[in-house]
Each structure stands twice: as structure tokens, then as C-alpha cells.
């Protein structure tokens, strides 16, 4: 029984360029979180989605950042034009599909994005 | 969410006992108490979690307070695995009622395990 599967999971990029990272949910789970994580700061909260629908996006920066969880396939964080303050862990996180205040998330291993 | 308080750091030895405290004071009466760590290098991990009565899992114990504004989680015996930055995090119903799909980390305990 798979967790939740990110890759890559160290990605180099170069300034200007775009950064995609993949986010595979445990099998069942139709809820999909990501978060960041600075160096040297805690976890933030980007955004929240169901299949095909983006439920919370309060995280998430107004410019370059998209995300997506299509119908099939994995859910994608997608940054345009990275800069260098883009560089951070980026974790992923799915729950079941009933969400409630006593659901559990679970974690990916984290995708490492370095801007050069 | 509500705002947690823990400390930044803690200690301990090997095969004791760990409590690893949080202060919520304005905690409401739907808020969950949750715990998550993370271990170096690596994604959070869920430990616990509870409403009102004390919990047990395989992980860990968490006691909460009378009047909920404080919650120990409990390592019965730390080993080295446990070193780990530990958040306490309450989860609620925002307006709206979509914002309870979010987990608000703070900046959590760093508890470090001697031999």
C-alpha cells in the first residue's frame, strides 16, 4: 500500500525558468494539500484540492503559482518563472475522502526545488 | 485556527519519558487537537489527535486539560527515532467551512533524544 508518492524529488532550476512538481495521493484519497517550507521557516499552507476542483487556494501567491488535480493522473503544483526565494521544500499531503476535522493528512517525502 | 504555544526546544534521554506540552487558551469547543511531526529531512507524520478525552495509540498518549486550554502529548519511552520537530495544531470550522481542509503549522518543539 503506496503512501503519497512526490516527484522529483530534487529539482534544479534556473531562474525564469518553470518548476513542476507531481503529487501521486495515497490510493482512495480524493483530498490534496500542499505546503511549503522555507529554509529556516515552518510549513505553509498553498492550497487544497478535490478532483478537478480547487477547494482552498488562500496559500497560494497570487502570480506564478498554479496548481491542478485533474481527473486522471497526478495533482501538479506549477511555478512559472521561479526566482530564487521559490527555492524550498514543497510537501504534498492527501486525505480520504470524507474531509472532516478529524481527518488525517498524509505526507509526501517532499519535492526540494533549488533556484539558481 | 486558533493559536497554539509550545516551546521551542526540549530534551531527553533515551527510554524515558517525553512531555511534549502546547498552550491553546482559545481553543473553542469544536476545535480537534492534533500532532504532527517531522523528522529531518523528511514529511510530516501524524502522531494523534483528540477532542476532549485523553487518547492512546501505538505512537503516543495525549492528555488534554479539564478546560482544554492546554494538551501534553506523551512519548512513553523516546528512542533516537523520536527527534523530531513536534507541532500542535487545532483544527476548525472556518466561515465557509471549507478552511478545516488546511493544517496551520506553527513553529513547533524541536525534541532532541540523547543516547
Known sequence: NAGVMQNPRHLVRRRGQEA???????????????????PEEGLKFMVYLQKENIIDESGMPKERFSAEFPKEGPSILRIQQVVRGDSAAYFCASSPQLASLQETQYFGPGTRLLVL | DAKTTQPNSMESNEEEPVHLPCNHSTISGTDYIHWYRQLPSQGPEYVIHGLTSNVN??????????DRKSSTLILHRATLRDAAVY???????????????KLTFGQGTILTVHP
Open chain 2, 87 to 101: 507541532y500542535c495544531i487545532l483544527r476548525d470550522v472556518e466561515a465557509g467551512g471549507t478552511s478545516y481542509g
Open chain 1, 20 to 38: 513542476r512538481l507531481r503529487c501521486s495521493p495515497m490510493k482512495g484519497h480524493s483530498h490534496v494539500y500542499w505546503y511549503r517550507q522555507l
Open chain 2, 57 to 66: 495509540n501505538r505512537m503516543a498518549s495525549l492528555a488534554i486539560a479539564e
